[in-house]
Nanobody
Framework: QVQLRESGGGLVQAGGSLRLSCAASGRTFSISAMAWFRQAPGKEREVVGIRHWSSGSTFYPDSVKGRFTISRDAAKNTVYLQMNNLKPEDTAVYYC????????????WGQGTQVTVSS
């Protein structure tokens, strides 16, 4: 099993920055990719970034491309989400997720951390 723990959420003004952290523990060798998702009240959960473990390749949706960056500290088994030029519409609960080797989806989740962007 893999356990994920997010940190770094909070309140920030529009145009500001935040960095979220997600520390993985347990059978981390089984991770093939990690991602950040978010869910705003009344909306469906959406992906905001994916990082593949072995290749390092990343994916971002258009809504955050150029503003959000996923990075990884392999020694700490930690993945980060750097969020710049935040907008009020970025307000949501942000979740870290892992896809394990052989799995077809992200099925290991953290508890979530609230990000609130004020206008």
């Amino acid at each position: 099993q893999v356990q994920l723990r997010e940190s770094g959420g909070g309140l920030v003004q529009a145009g500001g920055s935040l960095r979220l952290s997600c520390a993985a523990s347990g059978r981390t060798f089984s991770i093939s990719a990690m991602a950040w998702f978010r869910q705003a009240p009344g909306k469906e959960r959406e992906v905001v970034g994916i990082r593949h473990w072995s290749s390092g390749s990343t994916f971002y949706p258009d809504s955050v491309k150029g503003r959000f960056t996923i990075s990884r500290d392999a020694a700490k088994n930690t993945v980060y989400l750097q969020m710049n030029n935040l907008k009020p519409e970025d307000t949501a609960v942000y979740y870290c997720a892992a896809r394990l080797t052989g799995a077809g989806s992200f099925d290991t989740w953290g508890q979530g951390t609230q990000v609130t962007v004020s206008s």
